[in-house]
């Protein structure tokens, strides 16, 4: 079971889903981005820039204009870095006949770094985020690999997690009457979907956190991990 209440930060995170999940069991979570929150808790929510903070031991400030500081480090540290240059998908667009996009290159070395700070940051449980990466990025390997729709959100998206001390996400039963039932939503909604695309990276991060509010339910009560 749980061990009491943990001290999270949820990095690049402006819609506070997954916050809003970690606050509702009881935990002292803060999103933390530097955009304003759109989830409506300006009280849990940083704007800024994350990285002074994911070692813990700062004071801060939340947009209510409220201070507070967490003594030691976090309990556990979850990132959605920006993956606009470091995609699979994006990695197509870094060579421009043939040659290497010295610009796009450059913005792929400054998000990896960026990336890579929360994967070794100074905290005992980690989970990062990010689509399939490319390979020319030579991210680490990540932990695992999941799909919305098998947590039953009617998306395609393949996502990736790099996580340390936590267990994977346990996979829910894809098989039986429960696969041909999730396939019908996903084919739904694929088909009703472009109504509903806004701009780009909020848009992903937006249908991934659908997906991660199962950490919530997971996570605190994965026995020892927590």
């Known amino acids: 079971g749980s061990q009491g209440k943990m001290k999270v930060l949820v990095a690049c995170e402006e819609s506070q889903a997954v916050c809003i999940a970690f606050r509702k069991l009881g935990h002292e979570a803060y999103s933390c981005d ?15 820039d994350v990285l002074p903070l994911i070692n813990g ?25 920006p993956c606009t240059y470091l995609t ?20 792929a070395v400054e998000a990896k770094a960026f990336f890579m700070k929360f994967l070794e940051a ?6 990062v985020e990010n689509p399939t990466p ?11 690999a999941i799909q919305p729709w098998w947590f039953g959100h009617p998306y395609t998206k393949r996502t990736c997690l790099w996580l340390k001390n936590l267990p994977p996400l346990p ?12 396939l019908m939503e996903v084919v739904k909604t694929l ?3 472009t109504g509903d695309f806004r701009v780009g990276m909020s848009v992903t991060q937006k249908l991934v956190q659908k997906h991660f509010r199962v950490l919530h339910k997971q996570w605190p009560d994965s026995g020892e991990a927590i």
């Open 34 to 48: 530097t955009q304003e929150c759109s989830g409506g808790h300006p009280e849990w929510h940083i704007k800024g």
């Open 57 to 81: 031991n700062k004071p801060f400030i939340t947009m209510d204009g409220d201070l507070h500081a967490i003594v030691g480090t976090w309990d556990l540290l979850i990132a959605f870095p």
């Open 88 to 107: 699979n998908a994006g990695s197509v667009r870094l060579r421009i006949k043939g040659e290497i996009n010295k610009e796009r290159m450059a913005k």
């Open 122 to 127: 100074d905290c005992q449980k980690i989970c």
């Open 134 to 144: 490319g390979k020319i990025h030579q991210l680490p390997q990540y932990t695992q």
């Open 171 to 182: 996979l829910p039963i894809l098989f039986g009457k429960e696969l041909p039932r999730m």
């Open 191 to 193: 088909m009703g979907i």
